[in-house]
């Protein structure tokens, strides 16, 4: 759900964060994937995998449906975004983990600056190469705003 500009944190909330043993362990194992790698259904169905694990870690009696947009290859995720009244994320635009992570903090009843800082803190834990060379490059870090 958009909300006012005022409210979406405009910085990366790089900080020191504890993770679940098993969030760490799906996120590496995710990695090896290589999850950009592939046609559009190997990624999807690496982004399909990584929601089956998270569901089983955080919302095991309640897991958050998964489906998909359109999907493309460049652009942006924006319009990616959680609905709580299906408890359904959609991804759509370009495959983004940190959207994918963004969208799944929601859908355990995050607010915006819980999804942001959830998902930018394990992405780049995970990732942390591909997290530095995009701050070196100057990319600003956004977790979209749904
Ligand atoms: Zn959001």
């Known amino acids: 759900m958009p909300r006012s500009r005022n409210d979406y ?7 020191p964060m504890r993770f679940k043993r098993a969030t760490l ?3 590496r194992e995710f990695k090896r ?4 790698r592939g046609t559009e259904v ?5 982004f399909i995998w990584l929601y089956e694990q998270l569901n089983e870690i955080y919302l095991p009696d309640n897991h958050v449906i998964l489906e998909f947009g359109r999907m493309t290859d460049n652009g942006d995720s924006g319009s990616s975004h959680y609905r709580p009244y299906e408890h359904t994320v959609r991804l759509q635009g370009k495959f983004s983990v940190i959207t994918a992570l963004h969208e799944f903090r929601h859908a355990m009843g995050g607010d915006e600056y819980q999804a942001v800082k959830w ?15 995009m701050q ?10 749904s």
């Open 9 to 15: 944190p405009d910085n990366p909330m790089v900080a």
């Open 25 to 27: 362990n799906t996120m």
């Open 33 to 36: 994937m290589r999850p950009w």
């Open 42 to 46: 190997e990624k999807m169905a690496k």
């Open 119 to 133: 998902s930018v803190n394990l992405y780049r834990i995970t990732f942390p190469r591909l997290f530095a060379s």
């Open 136 to 145: 070196s490059q100057g990319h600003v870090i956004r977790a979209r705003r």
